[in-house]
């Protein structure tokens, strides 16, 4: 098992641009919605039903809500808990190649969270039941949880419903999670919805390198920040003779794909507004190189919250938020020059089109708090 030898160093703000030519931030391409999903590992999606829809709209030209909804409905791509346990919009053939990949990770936040309310428990007997339940017709956790528990009348409801989640592949079917329609999150299992199997020999080396490939260059922990996963280190120096070894500015080691972009320092970087949720802020032990630290808590608040961010040059400059599809309001940090501020408003203009707000649809700036 080799280890890189140190490599050049990295700064921050290099580190960035490297991150948002791979995210499709510096320039907005042409791919397919699904190939941009698939491109990006999936994209989170626990807020029904916003965040992917603004996550593809940020990076794609011509991006359209029912080109989405369209993939959902075909079963193209799917809902489902992967990265960090957390629900994300994927592809249905990385829903069954990552689905088992990160199954350690479920198994140790199911024991973390619930645990004690468990012990004892025949965890596949519970399985098996939960996979008939869900297979005769989608359920919601709830539903699921009370029937669970009509054979186990000494058990938390919504423990055996998470339980299930953990064990079982279990995706969301539409109506949730198509734009402007919703519905509640009912499940049944990927292997239901999608009449295949899951991949019974999936690459934790295909996991690293698609990863790499997205949001690189990046540590060994840069990389279970993303996934939850644990363990792969020695993924990482088992491939390293494929890599490029970096360093960023506190000597930490990176990793990175030697023909992947790594633009110049200074190359320019457009106003974006970032989706709420966005794989771009979650993706890094170290998230300093797109939003630097004395804004964190103005992003992500203590309960799980990630606003939607205002990117300026290159790095997190404000929050912003859809309102009933009719109003964009943007909060700068601090005050924004003339040419950030109405890029910034294009930018607004550009998700009330796609909202279809029409002439309705206003853009407002607000004081930051």
């Given at each position: 098992m080799s280890v890189p030898a140190p490599g050049p160093v990295l700064g921050q703000r290099a580190l960035g641009r490297a991150l948002l030519a791979r995210q499709h931030l510096l320039a907005r391409t042409d791919l397919a919605p699904a190939a941009l999903i698939h491109h990006l590992g999936g994209l989170q999606a626990q807020a029904a039903p916003q965040p992917p829809y603004l996550g593809l709209l940020a990076r794609l030209d011509g991006f359209a809500p029912e080109q989405l909804s369209a993939l959902i409905e075909q079963r193209a791509v799917v809902r489902i808990a992967l990265q960090r346990g957390t629900i994300h919009l994927v592809t249905a053939e990385d829903c069954l190649t990552l689905r088992p990949l990160l199954q350690p990770m479920l198994d140790q936040a199911l024991r973390t969270t619930y645990g004690k309310r468990l012990t004892g428990l025949d965890l596949d007997a519970l399985a098996a039941e939960a996979r008939t339940l869900v297979e005769e017709e989608p359920r919601t956790f709830q539903q699921l949880g009370a029937l669970l528990a009509a054979g186990r009348p000494d058990r938390d409801p919504a423990a055996l419903a998470q339980a299930a989640r953990c064990r079982l592949p279990l995706v969301q079917v539409p109506p949730r999670g198509?734009?402007?329609?919703?519905?509640?999150?009912?499940?049944?299992?990927?292997?239901?919805?999608?009449?295949?199997?899951?991949?019974?020999?999936?690459?934790?080396?295909?996991?690293?390198?698609?990863?790499?490939?997205?949001?690189?260059?990046?540590?060994?922990?840069?990389?279970?920040?993303?996934?939850?996963?644990?363990?792969?280190?020695?993924?990482?120096?088992r491939l390293a003779p494929r890599l490029l070894a970096?360093?960023?500015?506190?000597?930490?080691?990176?990793?990175?794909?030697?023909?992947?972009?790594?633009?110049?320092?200074?190359?320019?970087?457009?106003?974006?507004?970032?989706?709420?949720?966005?794989?771009?802020?979650?993706?890094?032990?170290?998230?300093?190189?797109?939003?630097?630290?004395?804004?964190?808590?103005?992003?992500?608040?203590?309960?799980?919250?990630?606003?939607?961010?205002?990117?300026?040059?290159?790095?997190?400059a404000g929050t912003w938020r859809l309102t009933g599809e009719r109003e964009v309001a943007v909060v700068p940090f601090a005050p924004l020059r003339r040419a950030d501020r109405q890029a910034a408003e294009a930018e607004a203009e550009r998700v009330l089109a796609f909202a279809g707000a029409g002439d309705e649809g206003a853009v407002r700036f607000e004081a930051p708090e």
């Open positions: 198509l734009w402007g329609r919703g519905g509640p999150a009912a499940h049944t299992t990927a292997e239901a919805w999608l009449g295949r199997p899951l991949d019974p020999s999936p690459s934790p080396d295909d996991l690293v390198l698609r990863y790499l490939a997205a949001f690189g260059p990046a540590s060994a922990a840069d990389l279970r920040k993303w996934c939850g996963l644990a363990g792969l280190a020695p993924v990482l120096r970096l360093r960023d500015e506190q000597g930490r080691q990176l990793y990175d794909l030697p023909e992947a972009p790594r633009p110049d320092a200074d190359t320019p970087a457009p106003v974006r507004l970032v989706a709420p949720f966005d794989n771009l802020l979650l993706s890094h032990a170290d998230r300093t190189r797109v939003l630097p630290e004395e804004h964190r808590g103005r992003v992500m608040t203590q309960n799980g919250i990630v606003h939607g961010t205002l990117l300026v040059d290159g790095l997190v």
